[in-house]
């Protein structure tokens, strides 16, 4: 302390020091000024163009490589089998036919498409080249009106139909579940669910789900059945159009009846054969007449499904006879996409192997009646599967067939694609988890996948090409509405070409109200809003009177979380 008060002293003892320090506190307070209480609010923005592309929407997991699997191959649809084509023992390529399901109902679902889509062809080709013709329009009009009739007379009869087939299963399905044929002193129901919950407790769970789907389905065909008694071809179209709609939820809750009740005899019959227990004779049965009544009951929810859509398209054609040519096309996407929907459901007829193999077990014979959980064959391969693990949320969104991309820990800079060939039926639990197995078959095997291997995996949910996209930071929303920030096009050049470092704009970005769609980590679709070669601002850079710090602009919209109160600000 004594030495800096000599330094102090000698200094103002000296004009020559004292000047010299004067300069220095002056230089430094100028300095610190310029450095921490500049106020320049120089602001920078970083900018994005909005681009057609594809966007892919995947679910991701995790898992190992295994060397060889039994898979067991089962129908995504039910009905009758008319062909089988492999035999116990025999090798198989991947797409070999394994079976043939009665393909008539699904036929008669594509050629109404095509008829669906060749009337609105032509309804819009009229619009085109006669558009303003009085006496076209009020054609257009009458024929709708005529189809409408036709509509409502064909709906009573269709539902007719399915109550000459309801009561008989629903008579069918008490005889199976709620009578005492496989032990006297109790239900075969709760005769399934007791004979195998010793070694697996889902049976209660399963049991107490066809209770669940017995009530509801029994309530909704008693008050369907009360009203279709009261409901004649003269009633009012407004109560054929109820009884139409009350008849398809009906028919929709005795469906999931069906298939709990198939679940629980499959859980039953699978526990047993696992563990090499002799089953009641009675279980195949019964199985069968389930898969008869879901046959049927498939074929009603077709039909209604189709008369349903038949009466909203007339009414609507009706209502929107102002030769809106622009609807009138969208309505012929929408036919092109219900006839490609036909086609895909025409083809879940054939049963094909996903990959080479050998049928290990086959007991299909022409005549079978099948549903989405019967094992057709079982198939044992020697190539290389991923087996991931995905949570429940995720796993209601994956289905068979769907594409993959697998990458591999051990393998840098190495992808290969695969599709899923199988999904668990029942979850694991673990810690109040749960967790499904999701098996993948490789589209390619390569000698440096080795068995155990780590893997992940991308499963493709939903694809869209020729979308409009941008980055996720450009999409804000305030108030529930999401929008995007668009730069003017004195602007739009600088901003593109800048860096990382932003660019300064000459006018301040507006504000355009925007419709997404799909959206992934990294890009969302813009439906509405926004064209092609707009630049949109995805950051802004602003300097404070501090430092420089990045902020983004109003809140930033994460995919998966809803717009409205679940906002994130980034600083």
Known sequence: MAYIFKIVKKILSNKLWLAIAVFILLGGGYYGYTKFFSNSGEIRYIAAQARKGTLVVSISGSGQV????????????????????????????????IAQLDIRDAQKTVRDAELNLENVRLTLEEMKGKKGDDYTLRSITEKAKDNLKKDYEDGFNIVASVFIDLPTIMIGLQDTLFS??????????????????QYDSAALSFRDDVYLKFRD??????????????????????????????????????????????????????????????????SNTHLSNINNYTGKTNTHLLNLLSIKNGIQTDKEAIVGSDFDVASQE???????????????????????????????????????????????????????????????VDVAQVKIGQKTTLVFDAIPNFTITGQVAEIDAVGTVSQGVVTYTVK?????????????????AAIVIEAKSNALLVPN??????????????IGDDDKNAALAANSSGAILKNSPR?????????????????????????????????????????????????????????????
């Open 330 to 392: 969208l309505a012929v996407k929408q036919k092109e996409n219900a006839l490609l929907d036909a086609k895909e459901k025409l083809d879940d007829y054939y049963i094909r192997a996903p990959f080479n193999g050998v049928i290990a077990k086959t007991n299909l014979k022409k005549g079978d009646s099948v549903s989405s959980a019967s094992v057709l064959a079982t198939l044992i391969t020697r190539q290389k599967i991923a087996e991931i693990s995905l949570n429940e």
């Open 473 to 486: 930071s450009a999409i804000k929303s305030q108030g529930g509405i999401n929008y995007a920030e668009i």
């Open 180 to 197: 005492s044929t496989l032990n006297i002193s109790q239900w075969n129901i709760d005769y399934y669910a007791d004979a195998v919950q």
């Open 217 to 282: 389905a029994r309530k909704a065909y008693d008050q369907n059945f009360l009203d279709y008694k009261s409901v004649s071809r003269f009633s009012d179209t407004l109560t054929i159009e109820h009884l139409i709609n009350q008849t398809y939820d009906t028919t929709k809750n005795v469906a999931d009846y069906l298939k709990s009740a198939n679940n629980l005899i499959q859980f039953y019959q699978e526990k047993l054969t696992e563990r090499s227990l002799r089953l009641n004779s009675l």
């Open 511 to 571: 504000q355009q109200r925007v419709e997404i769609g799909l959206s992934n980590d990294e890009f969302t679709e813009i439906v509405r809003g926004l064209q092609e070669g707009d630049a949109v601002v995805t950051r802004i850079i602003q300097s404070t009177s501090q430092a420089a710090q990045t902020q983004q602009s109003s809140s930033i919209r994460i995919p998966g979380l809803p717009t409205g109160g679940s906002q994130i600000r980034t600083r």
């Open 66 to 97: 295994s060397v060889s699997n039994q898979i067991d191959i089962k129908p995504k649809v039910s009905g009758e089998v008319v062909y089988v084509g492999v035999e116990n023992g025999e090798a198989v390529k991947a797409g070999a036919l």
């Open 440 to 456: 993948i078959a490789f589209d390619t095997q390569d000698d440096r996948i080795k068995p155990g291997m780590s893997v992940s």
